[in-house]
């Protein structure tokens, strides 16, 4: 049984009654619908989403909104004035409604195409600008500070090279391509090929690992245990590790969700999935906690959620398969507002907890991929992993065609990373 997709609504300045209104629209059409109240123009404006929005009577304001955003915004997406007119047409506003929904319905997956493209080569850019300012400090980098794509730098490799966030990346979408399905085993046999032969590599070598995956991989390749037991456990393996190869599993979340699934049971599958892939190098709970809030976030972003929409959604799920003390270790995401941290809070160490709240901080923060990604590059520390999850976040958000050409053209094997997307995206939509 296929799910109906939920249409999602921005409403900005309408009053109770119009509200209702719009909802019967929907309803008389047999449309599920979710209305979201937009705080602001920027809400309405930087969503893809179907919107509806009154002028406000102050003359200023109105004249200031028609000349910006309502001329842009006509004929990209569906979008309605409530006045005089909107109640005269209500009947061709329905039809319209109608047509546009079938429409996404059938385009929905076929749309989410260039999407993987988008956040699996936004996440190589983000690896290969931050890897030749690995490990310099904050203080260094605002001295001499990246603006551009470099090559050599910290490991001494030539400019576009990715390293083993996008290599585990694309081993882990190999692995989906081939097995069409999660088997943690052969993902960690792809993990081995890489470490050990060099396969899913920039440049055929490799020159960056973490402790935790290189012991958890070890253990794995010398007892053949199941890999999902080979992961480390301590409370000091909890690196950032498992969250910088999730973004597949984001989108391999994303596409079950569209099939025969229960939504009873949607949330616990992804728990249980997540746990399992985490723990073939870490399988601490803080570990898999990150990398369920991480995916959790990236499903809407794929979506074409709004940021701070998405960021509210995981504020409130349901995290009950976790331990308070787990979930505590989170609070500045979870329960305070990350965005509006200082810079000076924001830490760049390769601690879980540091690199999720420094991608949610520049994430939410951002305005545009480029300049966002050389922030997240200049703030140092762990440069590679924290700009590659941020760059896929942003690739998503913004598209590919938001992203810096020459970056692309320098990206090593890039046809290659683009070629495995389409692969990965037919496996799943097929
Ligand atoms: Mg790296």
């Given at each position: 049984m296929k799910k109906n997709i939920k249409e999602r609504v921005v409403l900005y300045n309408v009053n109770e009654e119009e509200k209702n209104l719009i909802k019967n629209i929907f309803l008389e059409l047999n449309i599920d619908v979710n209305l979201i109240k937009a705080e602001d123009e920027e809400d309405v404006i930087s969503s893809n989403l179907v919107s509806f929005i009154k002028l406000p009577n102050n003359e200023e304001k109105r004249k200031e909104l028609e000349d910006i955003y309502i001329s842009a915004l006509r004929g990209w997406k569906l979008f309605y004035i409530i006045d005089d007119n909107f109640y005269k047409n209500i009947e061709e506003i329905k039809k319209q409604i109608k047509e546009y929904h079938d429409d996404y319905m059938r385009k929905n997956k076929k749309d989410s195409l260039n999407n993987v493209k988008d956040g699996i080569i936004g996440f190589a850019i983000g690896d290969a600008l931050g890897v030749p300012a690995e490990f310099k400090t904050r203080e260094e980098l605002k001295k001499f500070p990246i603006t551009d794509m470099i090559g050599y730098g910290t490991y001494g490799v030539p400019l576009g090279t990715w390293s083993d966030d996008t290599s585990m990346t694309l081993a882990t979408m190999d692995s989906i391509i081939e097995k069409r399905k999660i088997d943690t085993d052969d993902i960690a046999n792809k993990f081995l090929q890489w470490f050990r032969n060099s396969k899913y590599t920039a440049t055929e070598q490799v020159f960056d690992i973490g402790r935790t995956t290189l012991q958890s991989l070890a253990k794995y390749e010398i007892n053949m245990d199941e890999a999902k037991k080979c992961g480390q456990t301590g409370e000091m393996d909890n690196g950032n590790g498992s969250l910088m190869r999730m973004l597949p599993i984001a989108y391999y979340s994303y596409f079950k969700k569209f099939s025969d699934y229960p939504e009873k049971d949607y949330y616990e599958s992804i728990y249980n999935y997540i746990k399992d892939i985490s723990s073939i190098t870490h399988a601490n709970e803080i570990s898999i906690l990150g990398c369920y809030i991480f995916v959790m976030f990236a499903i809407e972003i794929i979506q074409g959620k709004l940021k701070d929409l998405s960021y509210e959604y995981i504020k409130n799920l349901?995290?009950?398969?976790?331990s308070r003390e787990a979930i505590k270790k989170y609070d500045k995401i979870l329960k305070g507002n990350i965005k509006e941290e200082l810079v000076e809070n924001i830490r760049t160490t390769g601690y879980i907890v540091d690199t999720l709240e420094a991608v949610f901080w520049l994430f939410l923060n951002s305005k545009d991929y480029d300049e966002t990604l050389l922030k997240a590059v200049n703030l140092g520390g762990d440069t590679d992993t924290i700009a590659a999850i941020t760059g896929g976040l942003l690739g998503m958000h913004y598209g590919i065609e938001k992203i810096n050409e020459n970056w692309k053209k320098k990206l090593i094997k890039c046809e290659y990373i683009e070629k495995l997307s389409d692969q990965f995206y037919n496996t799943l939509y097929n």
């Open positions: 349901d995290y009950s398969f976790f």
